[in-house]
């Protein structure tokens, strides 16, 4: 029986998906500049022919990557406008990020590859909306923290300097999960939000 449109779509995704996630582990391990795409398409099991049927250069693929990135700050800003109270947005946000850190190698290298393409100067352009978007995630999990202040449950401070501690945690842990390992021990969600909640909130 031939396959049905919705059948190749799938197949076409979960192709790309393939590549996507052999192009972060590469890029993690080797660097971008000593991945070639031959290694991509040897590391997803596919031929040449098909990774460029996906994507024209190993530079189109990362900067599909890192447009995939942005899009994904975007969202996580959004869901941080939600009308829950400050203290459940951060322990919610948290608790998504440590299970995504728990159970999967890939997302860990994928924050990896994020921290890398800021310093990727030959793709400038492309990284602007990565980082206004990083920057837009920042100042509205600074508004969480003000509005968790106005309502006593976050620690004082400065709302945009416990943001950027805040996300610099969320990173360092995901570079000690990248290189750890098995060896990675997630902390509880509790010693996270130590950094914004006060202590007599928490769930």
Excluded: W
Excluded at 90 to 116: H, K
Excluded at 140 to 151: F, S
Aim: hydrophobic share 40%; with cysteine; proline share 2%.
């Amino acid at each position: 029986m031939p396959r049905t449109k919705e059948q190749f779509e799938a197949m076409r995704n979960a192709t790309r998906t393939k590549i996507q996630d052999a192009a972060i582990y590469l890029f993690t391990k080797k660097g971008y500049a000593s991945t070639s795409v031959q290694d991509i398409a040897d590391y997803a099991n596919i031929s040449t022919g098909l990774m460029y049927r996906h994507f024209r250069s190993k530079d189109e693929l990362f900067i599909a990557l890192v447009s995939e990135a942005a899009e994904g700050l975007k969202n996580t800003a959004l869901m941080l406008q939600s009308e829950q109270s400050p203290k459940d947005l951060i322990n919610n946000f948290t608790r998504v990020i440590l299970n995504d850190l728990s159970g999967n190698e890939g997302f860990a290298r994928f924050m990896v590859l994020i921290s890398q393409s800021f310093m990727m100067e030959e793709f400038l352009p492309q990284v602007q909306n990565l980082t206004e978007q990083s920057r837009d995630l920042m100042k509205q999990m600074a508004c969480v923290i003000g509005k968790g202040q106005e309502l006593g449950q976050c620690k004082k401070g400065n709302p945009k300097e416990m943001a950027l501690c805040y996300f610099a945690t969320i990173q360092g842990l995901s570079e000690m999960r990248f290189a750890m390992k098995d060896n990675f021990i997630i902390p509880d969600i509790q010693v996270v939000n130590r950094l914004l909640l006060k202590e007599d909130i928490y769930d």
